[in-house]
């Protein structure tokens, strides 16, 4: 693939990102896994792309008021502790096996999501606590970087479920993901070596990404709660469905 299929790529993963809060990593892992690159160094450029796109996406959503801050900091502080232990684990081993069960998982949530959004659509009143937003944060943020992406895809439904306006579970992620992505790259960067990085894949990435994401970011605060989460919904099964059967 050439710098402009992968600027395209970027354009794409960065908008669906932004407007969904997820897809960005998953998306791109999967076409490099899929050419053959070691996982470990897919997961490794496809954060360090991901960091600076998803900056641009955190100051959008920040800007629109789609940011819960307290469920924000509880997811981040695990969050950043998974990143490190999953980029080390990710370095010594695959973790091929585990993308099937994560796939099924995100699949079944991504069915439940359509089916309390088709419906006449009612949100828990409670929301969701620190202890969860805690536990969300860890074992979104292992598999995220463990597996090459996860933070949206088991982050925003998750918050979605619990209670949070879609757009407001589409704000959190996004606005927290770029510290993930940099602890997981300076991680990867320390035990694989900064110069094994895919570094003609990742600044089209970047740059493809940055063009879209604000777009995105205005279209996810103007959008009905049931129709964005509808997409989510639709994405989510999309996505995982072919990442099973590719």
């Not at 791109?28 to 050419?35: G, H, M, Y």
């Not at 969300?136 to 597996?147: R, T, Y």
């Not at 949206?152 to 949070?164: R, S």
């Not at 994405?235 to 990442?243: E, F, K, P, Q, T």
């Amino acid at each position: 693939m050439n710098f402009f299929a992968f600027l395209l790529a970027g354009l794409f993963c960065g908008f669906v990102d932004s407007c969904l809060g997820m897809g960005y990593g998953v998306t791109s892992a999967s076409v490099l896994i899929t050419f053959g690159i070691v996982p470990a160094i897919a997961s490794a450029s496809v954060h360090t792309s991901e960091c600076v796109v998803d900056i641009v996406s955190a100051i959008t959503h920040y800007r629109l008021n789609n940011v819960d801050f307290k469920i924000s900091l509880h997811m981040v502080v695990p969050g950043i502790v998974a990143a490190v232990l999953g980029a080390l684990f990710l370095s010594g081993l695959s973790l091929g096996m585990a993308k099937p069960f994560v796939r099924v998982v995100l699949i079944a949530m991504g069915f439940y999501i359509l089916y309390r959004h088709i419906r006449t659509y009612q949100p828990k009143q409670s929301g969701m606590g620190m202890f969860k937003a805690m536990t969300l944060g860890f074992i979104a943020s292992f598999i995220d970087v463990a597996v090459g992406g996860g933070w949206g895809p088991l982050g925003t439904p998750a918050l979605i479920l619990n209670g949070q306006e879609p757009r407001k579970a589409v704000g959190i992620i996004e606005f927290t993901e770029p510290i993930i992505s940099l602890v997981a790259v300076l991680t990867f960067g320390v035990t694989l070596g900064f110069e094994k990085f895919l570094w003609n894949f990742t600044l089209p990435m970047i740059l493809g990404g940055i063009i879209l994401t604000p777009v995105a970011g205005f279209l996810t605060s103007r959008m009905p709660r049931r129709l964005l989460g509808v997409f989510i919904g639709l994405w989510l099964v999309a996505l995982n469905l072919w990442g099973l059967l590719a």
